[in-house]
C-alpha cells in the first residue's frame, strides 16, 4: 500500500491538465485530497467532474493571500504545488502575471500553512533554457529564457530558501514535457493531433529542434513517488523518458497514426528567436531516488491520446453530441 493512503494531501491546480491526472491517481491510491481551483464550478473544472464529489475544493488564488486561509483550515500534510502561469510563448505578452503567478503565488502558499510534512514544488525542464552539455542534468546551472521559465525558478529558489532557513521539507521535481488527454491545444501535441483528426492544414517551423515528450501518467507516477520517497526531501529531481525526438518526425508520426488527410507545411513558420534547439532528461536520479521509471511508452501514450482527442472532436464539434445539445439548449 502506497504511504499516501489516508494522508490529507493538497493538490494546488488540481483540475489543470496534470494536476487532473495526480489528483486522480491520489483519489486511487486513498488520499484525502484537496484541490485549489479559481472557480468552484464544474463546468470550469470539467476535467474532474467525475471527482467533484470526491475532493475538497478550495475556491482560491494563489495571488491573493487572503483566499488562502482555507488551505491553513484544510492543515494537508502533504502538498503537491502545480499552480502557475503555464505557456511559455504567451508569457511574453503576459510577464506580470507569469512572474506574479508563480513566484508570488509560491511564496503565498508556503507562508500560507507551513504544517506540512513534504512540499512538492513541480518546476519545469524550462528553467535549463541554453545548456552546452546534454542530457540536462540537475547539476546543470539554470539559464531561465522566457518569463514563465524565470518565474517558476524563482519559485524553485523560494523553495529553497524556505528549507534552508526553516528546515522545511521541501521537493524540487523538473518535469519534461507532458502529453495526454484533457491537456488543452495550445500545447503542440494535441494542437497536432486535432489538426490531423480534422484534416486541416499543418504548419510548422523547419521542425529541427528536438524535444522529449512525456505521457502524463507517468509524469504523476514520480510525483506520487516524491510525495512519499525517504531519499527526496531536499532534492532537485528530474522527471523524463530521456529519448527525444524532432518535431518535424513528430509531426509525421501523428500524421500517419490518425490517418489523417491534412496538407503538411513544414517550414511554413519562422523559428522562434529564444528557441532551445534539444531538450532531453537524464533521469537517473528519478530511478536511484524514487525508484521510478516511466511505464507507458511514447508511441502507446500517442495512440492512447489520439483515441482520446477523436473522442473530443466527436463531442465538441459534432452538432449531434450531447454536448453540443446542451451548450445550445435554451
Not at 113 to 142: D, K, L
Request: one cysteine or more; aromatic letters at 10%; a negative charge.
Amino acid at each position: 500500500m502506497s504511504r499516501l493512503a489516508n494522508k490529507r494531501i493538497l493538490v494546488t491546480g488540481g483540475a489543470g491538465f496534470i494536476g487532473s491526472h495526480l489528483t486522480r491517481q491520489l483519489v486511487n491510491l486513498g488520499a484525502e485530497v484537496a484541490v485549489t481551483v479559481k472557480y468552484n464550478s464544474v463546468i470550469d473544472n470539467a476535467r474532474i467532474v467525475d471527482l467533484w464529489d470526491k475532493v475538497h475544493v478550495i475556491e482560491a488564488d494563489l495571488r491573493n493571500l487572503d483566499s488562502l486561509k482555507q488551505i491553513a483550515d484544510y492543515k494537508p500534510q502533504i502538498v503537491f504545488h502545480l499552480a502557475a502561469y503555464n505557456h511559455v510563448g504567451d508569457s511574453f505578452l503576459h510577464i506580470n502575471e507569469a512572474l506574479d503567478a508563480n513566484i508570488k503565488g509560491t511564496a503565498n502558499v508556503m507562508q500560507t500553512w507551513e504544517g506540512y510534512e513534504r512540499f512538492v514544488y513541480i518546476a519545469t525542464s524550462e528553467v535549463y533554457g541554453y545548456q552546452t552539455g546534454f542530457p540536462f542534468t540537475e547539476t546543470m546551472t539554470p539559464n531561465p529564457i522566457s518569463p514563465y521559465s524565470v518565474g517558476k525558478y524563482g519559485g524553485e529558489q523560494y523553495a529553497r530558501l524556505f528549507m534552508e532557513q526553516r528546515g522545511m521539507p521541501i521537493v524540487i521535481l523538473r518535469p519534461f514535457n507532458a502529453f495526454g488527454p484533457y491537456q488543452s491545444a495550445r500545447a503542440v501535441i494535441p494542437e497536432l493531433i486535432q489538426l490531423c483528426l480534422e484534416g486541416r492544414p499543418v504548419k510548422t517551423t523547419q521542425g529541427k529542434q528536438t524535444r522529449e515528450f512525456n505521457f502524463v501518467t507517468n509524469l504523476t507516477e514520480g510525483m506520487a513517488l516524491a510525495g512519499e520517497a525517504d531519499g527526496a526531501i531536499g532534492q532537485t529531481i528530474n522527471i523524463g523518458s530521456g529519448e527525444e525526438i524532432a518535431i518535424r518526425d513528430l509531426v509525421k508520426k501523428i500524421h500517419a497514426l490518425t490517418g489523417s488527410s491534412s496538407e503538411l507545411q513544414i517550414g511554413a513558420l519562422p523559428d522562434r528567436p529564444t528557441e532551445i534547439w534539444r531538450m532531453a532528461a537524464d533521469n537517473r536520479r528519478a530511478k536511484e531516488i524514487l525508484g521510478w521509471e516511466p511505464q507507458v511508452d511514447f508511441e502507446t501514450g500517442l495512440l492512447r491520446t489520439i483515441e482520446w482527442f477523436q473522442a473530443f472532436v466527436h463531442a465538441y464539434r459534432n452538432t449531434d453530441s450531447e454536448l453540443w445539445k446542451l451548450a445550445t439548449w435554451r
